[in-house]
């Protein structure tokens, strides 16, 4: 494996986020999208060391972690190796990675397509998820996407949060994991997560965006992210094909 994989990650300057937790988040993000693929040999905790600017102890708990977690394994006289098994999800790294799975259980990788992005006055619904206060016309950022996997959409989702958490939202570069990068920029950390699922049978919203013309089971998922006091931080829907796929859920 090439060591330039990791020469153009940036750790962020923002101090509520140990350095060891940016470094583990760096190494796992290329893993999950498959930069780093199963039965990679990963440079050695000096040479990381060097790369990222943290010390070998940061560098050391950073990779310990992922390996309890299962997503490397340590071999010896060859080092530290890219498992390619599914990582098991704990509660503080919900959101870093793509929830839906093949039958045989391996995890899917995923690319985000933006549909719309707009700064709205909250709906009823979005109100109610949100606990606003119902005569005040509190603004919310309204992200639409879609998940394609091999090119090929399989869910979409509407992302809702209250604008005011957001100044200077990137509109013209919005980032594909989300969640990591509010955290990162605005120091917004999800605590908790309350999930609802369903079967429903598709729309035409979901004919068209998922790019199909017959009628089909869809899984509808609804989840309000809540900060450390309690307070709702989001609201999104989700609505996913369920022919090949599977939704997992690890709380360790």
């Known amino acids: ?52 600017r943290v010390s070998v ?3 050391r708990r950073a990779l310990g972690e992922l390996t309890t977690e299962g997503l490397l394994t340590r071999r010896p006289r060859i080092g530290t190796v890219v498992t390619g098994r599914t990582p098991h999800h704990r509660l503080h790294q919900f959101f870093q990675y793509f929830r839906l799975h093949s039958e045989d259980g391996q995890l899917l990788q995923s690319t985000v397509k933006m549909i719309s992005a707009s700064i709205e006055t909250a709906n009823e619904k979005e109100r109610a998820k949100l606990n606003f206060d119902t005569n005040t016309k509190n603004k919310v950022l309204r992200l639409k996407r879609v998940r394609l996997i091999e090119g090929v959409p399989v869910m979409w989702d509407i992302f809702t949060m209250p604008a005011k958490l957001l ?14 990068y509010l955290l990162e920029k605005y120091g ?10 369903s079967a429903e049978l598709s729309s035409e919203e979901d004919k068209h965006l998922l790019e199909f013309f017959d009628l ?28 090949g796929l599977r939704y997992v859920n690890e709380v360790n």
């Open 57 to 59: 102890g940061t560098v």
């Open 167 to 180: 100044p200077d939202f990137p509109f013209d570069d919005i980032p594909e994991r989300l969640y990591i």
């Open 1 to 52: 494996m090439k060591t330039n994989k990791f020469q153009s990650q940036s750790l962020t300057s923002v101090r509520a986020i140990p350095l060891y937790e940016q470094v583990k988040r760096q190494v796992s993000e290329l893993i999950l999208l498959g930069t780093l693929t199963p039965g990679s040999v990963i440079p050695g905790e000096n040479e990381l060391a060097k790369q990222f």
């Open 216 to 243: 089909r089971p869809i899984m509808q998922i609804e989840e309000i992210a809540y900060d450390p006091s309690g307070t709702p931080i989001s609201w999104t829907k989700h609505r996913a094909l369920t022919e």
């Open 188 to 197: 917004i950390r999800i605590s908790a997560v309350r999930e609802s699922l």
